[in-house]
């Protein structure tokens, strides 16, 4: 009776990401449509501006695929930096689906393709997730600092959040995950689920520059912010597109819809609302960062499912010949 209720659960968690994921897009699209006249000054943008920010893209890829390659061969998986950023473009890709698609097809890819197990893994990507968690912090909280001082325009409720993720990602790291006992499935996964994330946390020089790619990621998509929302008029200073920037990183690996999609464009809204920028002008701006991002994520995560499945396909395929 187990397995039917599961499938249940997932059937509604799917049809409330999907529920949600059309009322956030719809009710955005909605509002450009009636705003159509704000985006005039785009057609002046010139084109070298726009490749600027499709560059800058493919830089935070860059960067966020070698945190993981760094992970990943320390999890003792041999995958080329090149091999690995393709992967990770198409998982990319892949996560404008519901349910991490992308996610599942990068753990699936290096199972079957480097014999990396889902467990260590899962727990390359936890070590992820908590170096994003206090990068995300430290910069949030110092970012909101500067434009407080700097335009005397304070976020209480923002620098709480940011300071609020700095401690408890800090914190986790002294948190001993328990010992499993037995030797069933559930209790061997989460044994090397444990082993995996300890040798990660023992290796402090990897951590720490983990931690210094995890914020250049957040310059460089800082830089193409001030760019991107410059087309429409929004001139603030650098700090300013920091705060935003830290404000994506919540936003894209909490992902309460496929890629984010809407969760992203209003979040930006209301944290620049909150820092003295008109909501409605930062939603538009942040819709067309996403536009732009869209057509790069499109070449480069097509680039990589191409290649990335016929070397799945081929492992697949040798496995299963007697």
């Not at 049809?15 to 159509?36: E, Q």
């Not at 599942?104 to 070590?127: K, M, N, P, Q, W």
């Not at 957040?218 to 193409?224: I, M, P, Q």
Request: aromatic share 10%; proline share 3%.
């Amino acid at each position: 009776m187990q397995a039917p209720v599961d499938r249940r659960k997932s059937s509604v968690k799917r049809l409330i990401v999907w529920v949600i994921s059309l009322i956030t897009a719809g009710g955005i699209g909605v509002y450009l449509w009636y705003s159509a006249d704000q985006l005039l000054p785009l057609i002046s943008v010139p084109i070298y501006q726009i490749l600027i920010v499709g560059a800058l893209y493919t830089v935070g890829i860059l960067l966020n695929a070698g945190e993981f390659w760094l992970l990943y061969r320390r999890l003792g998986a041999d995958i080329g930096i090149i091999e690995n950023w393709l992967l990770y473009g198409a998982g990319q890709l892949l996560n404008h689906a519901p349910g991490q698609v992308g996610t599942i097809y990068r753990f699936e890819y290096l199972r079957s393709v480097h014999g990396l197990t889902l467990s260590r893994s899962a727990s390359g990507y936890g070590a992820n997730l908590l170096l994003t968690v206090m990068s995300t912090g430290l910069l949030g909280t110092g970012a909101t600092i500067l434009v407080g001082t700097g335009a005397g325009v304070w976020s209480p409720w923002l620098v709480t959040a940011f300071i609020g993720m700095t401690l408890t990602s800090a914190a986790a790291f002294f948190f001993d995950l328990p010992t499993p006992r037995g030797h069933g499935v559930v209790a061997s996964s989460w044994r090397e689920f444990r082993t995996g994330w300890a040798e990660l946390l023992s290796h402090r020089r990897t951590a720490l520059l983990i931690l210094a790619i995890e914020l250049s990621k957040y310059a460089f998509l800082a830089v193409r912010m001030k760019i991107s929302l410059s087309w429409i008029g929004i001139d603030e200073s650098y700090s300013l597109f920091l705060v935003l920037a830290a404000v994506t990183g919540v936003v894209s690996f909490v992902a309460l819809t496929p890629a984010s999609i809407g969760i992203r464009e209003l979040a930006i809204g209301l944290s620049a609302a909150s820092l003295g920028v008109q909501f409605d002008v930062a939603l538009m701006g942040a819709t067309l960062d996403r536009a732009v991002a869209l057509v790069w994520v499109v070449l480069v995560g097509g680039a990589g499912l191409m290649y990335t499945g016929r070397r799945l396909a081929v492992s697949r395929a040798s496995q299963v010949t007697p």
